[in-house]
């Protein structure tokens, strides 16, 4: 079983920024992927930002040149985020497209979600 689990959400004003962490644990070969969704109230989730092992990176639209996500480790994702808006407010959640030792597949896992406010 592979575990996510997430940091650092929070309260702030808009123009501010936070970091979110993310570290998955359990029996793990790699992570090809990882990335962060959010979903906000009354909305579907959608796409933050994910990274490969390569360091690649691809940001949905409305965050490019604010966020940052970055691999700090092999089993760790983060997100950097400036300049945040009130229109950023959701639950954010760390996502990981994982090989697990025995299987030959990978398969993907969710963190239990943090909470981001910005505050107008």
């Known amino acids: 079983q592979v575990q996510l689990v997430e940091s650092g959400g929070g309260l702030v004003q808009a123009g501010g920024s936070l970091r979110l962490s993310c570290a998955a644990s359990?029996?793990?070969?790699?992570?090809?992927?990882m990335g962060w969704y959010r979903q906000g109230p009354g909305k579907q989730r959608e796409l933050v930002a994910n990274t490969g092992s390569g360091g690649n990176a691809n940001y949905a639209d409305s965050v490019k040149g604010r966020f940052t996500i970055s691999r700090d480790n092999k089993n760790t994702v983060s997100l950097q985020m400036n300049s945040l808006k009130p229109e950023d407010t959701a639950v954010y959640y760390c996502?990981?497209?994982?090989?697990?030792?025995?299987?030959?597949?990978?398969?993907?896992?969710w963190g239990q979600g943090t909470q981001v406010t910005v505050s107008s």
């Open positions: 996502n990981a497209n994982v090989l697990r030792g025995g299987y030959f597949t990978t398969a993907d896992y």
């Open positions: 359990g029996s793990i070969i790699s992570i090809p992927a």
